[in-house]
Every structure is written in C-alpha cells, then in structure tokens.
C-alpha cells in the first residue's frame, strides 16, 4: 500500500516524530517529518552525525491514526534536514506510542510551590509535552503547568518523566511531562492542538 500523498493517513504523518535506525550498526536516531510521499521522506534532523550517501535505515513513523515501517536509504543531507528514498512497501500498524508534534511558538508556566519555571514547549502529544527549561526539576516530581494555547488557556498537573541536560556546562535543560489531570475544557483544548495539521 503506497503512501498517497493526500488524504488523511499522509497528513496524520506530516509534523510527528520519526525514528531512524541504521543498519548493520543499529544506532538510533530520530528527528520530526517535513513532508512524506510514496517515495521519500524529508526529515528535520538537528543531530550532529553526517551520514554516508547511500546509508541503509529502518525508518518508524508514529502518525495520529497508525505508525509506518520501511527500509529507505539516504538520498541527501544538508545542516538540519535529510532526505531519503523510501526502498520497500511501508507496513502499517497500530502506533506503539502516542504521536508527537512538534510546535513553534508555545510557551508554558510550571509552578514548583512558590516558584515558577518558565518552558518552551518543543512538541505535544494527546497526553504530555516536551520542551525546554532553564535549571532541572527531579523525575517523579508533580507540578502544575499553564499554557496559553491559540484554543484558550490550559490548567493541569503533570509529571516529570525525564530532564536531562542540554548540554555541559548548560543551565538549559530538556524535559518531558506526562499529564496526570485537567478539567474537561482544557483536555478538549489540548486535543485540537495535539491534533493540529
């Protein structure tokens, strides 16, 4: 079953995160879906690994409604986006995690008792979000969080899955939040915008 490049199932897949794994060795890499046709995918990759022309990947795509599997080889790699030539007929199956959408221009508040942290938030999913903030919070910890999204203003609690370190010697660091509650407007909110194409 080819990708078509209208329609729901290829729009579910533009904007979602992408894992890529390189064969023979294995190694993990991952970036977020630009645009996707029946024959490549160009993918914004902001690591620092330069691959071979010609490299071999095994490529996961965790859209809205499935997730996408298939073999593609590297056609071209320039700073900040790859493109390759999908090689074989993409399998799909039922998504292993929930999509994740990247997004720009998103800044939200967690409070930390009397002290607030301001995010970035990078991406969304119908349950959690991950961005950036300047200091860490422990795993495990509960906080509540606003955001103001173009859909209203959403409240709720969440729980810090992971936060690690930008880089050394940075103060900057990347976190993950999964959603424990908001109230039925907010998770109507959230939806459309974990939901936005």
């Known amino acids: 079953m080819a990708i078509s490049t209208t329609g729901e199932r290829s729009e ?5 995160r992408v894992r890529l794994q390189r064969l023979p060795d294995a190694k993990f ?7 996707m046709t029946d024959t490549e995918i160009t993918i914004d990759y902001q690591g620092s690994e330069w691959f071979t022309l010609g490299a071999k990947f095994f490529v996961t795509v965790n859209g809205v409604e499935s997730a ?10 320039s700073p900040g986006f790859i493109v390759l030539r999908i090689t074989g007929e993409p399998r799909y199956t039922k ?18 008792g009397e002290s607030e942290v301001e995010m970035q938030i990078l991406d969304v999913s119908a349950k959690g979000m991950g961005g950036m903030i300047e200091g860490a919070i422990p795993r495990g910890t509960l906080i509540d969080f606003d955001v103001d999204t173009q859909f209203g203003a959403v409240i709720g609690k969440a729980e810090v899955r992971y936060c690690r370190q930008e880089a050394k010697e940075s103060m ?4 993950g939040l999964q959603i424990v509650s908001m109230g039925r407007i907010e998770s109507a909110r959230w939806m459309r915008l974990s939901d936005e194409r």
């Open 95 to 112: 998504a292993n995690e929930e999509a994740r959408r990247s997004i720009v221009g998103l800044n939200g508040v967690l409070h930390l």
């Open 12 to 16: 579910s897949f533009v904007n979602v």
């Open 172 to 175: 900057r660091h990347r976190i």
């Open 68 to 77: 996408a599997l298939f073999p593609a080889d590297l056609q071209n790699q």
């Open 29 to 35: 890499f991952a970036g977020w879906v630009r645009q």
